[in-house]
Nanobody, 128 residues
Framework: QVQLVESGGGLVQAGGSLRLSCAASGRTFSSYAMGWFRQALGKEREFVAAISWSGGNTYYSDSVKGRFTMSRDNAKNTVYLQMNSMKPEDTAVYYC?????????????????????WGQGTQVTVSS
């Protein structure tokens, strides 16, 4: 069982930055990939970024590539999402997710169905 707790959301002006954190419970955090997703009001949940178990591989959606950076600190059981040059269209609830079913793989899933644990989400609002 893995529990994920996001933090760091809030209100920011367009062009500003925020850093989200996601703390995970358990002793096997360093063995599986993690992802960030977001869901805007009235829209489906969409993929934002993913990172491999070691942190050596990352993958981003086209909409955030070059602006967002995902990283992880396995010693702290935490993943991060640094969001720069933010836009009003980045407004959403952001969720972190864990893919514990596949360990020590470089595959970075982008679909929600592959991830088997989810956090409660943190609201990010970007004002214009």
């Amino acid at each position: 069982q893995v529990q994920l707790v996001e933090s760091g959301g809030g209100l920011v002006q367009a062009g500003g930055s925020l850093r989200l954190s996601c703390a995970a419970s358990g002793r096997t955090f360093s063995s599986y990939a993690m992802g960030w997703f977001r869901q805007a009001l009235g829209k489906e949940r969409e993929f934002v970024a993913a990172i491999s178990w070691s942190g050596g591989n990352t993958y981003y959606s086209d909409s955030v590539k070059g602006r967002f950076t995902m990283s992880r600190d396995n010693a702290k059981n935490t993943v991060y999402l640094q969001m720069n040059s933010m836009k009003p269209e980045d407004t959403a609830v952001y969720y972190c997710a864990a893919n514990t079913a596949a360990r020590y793989t470089l595959v970075l899933p982008t679909t929600t169905t592959v991830y088997n644990y989810w956090g409660q989400g943190t609201q990010v609002t970007v004002s214009s």
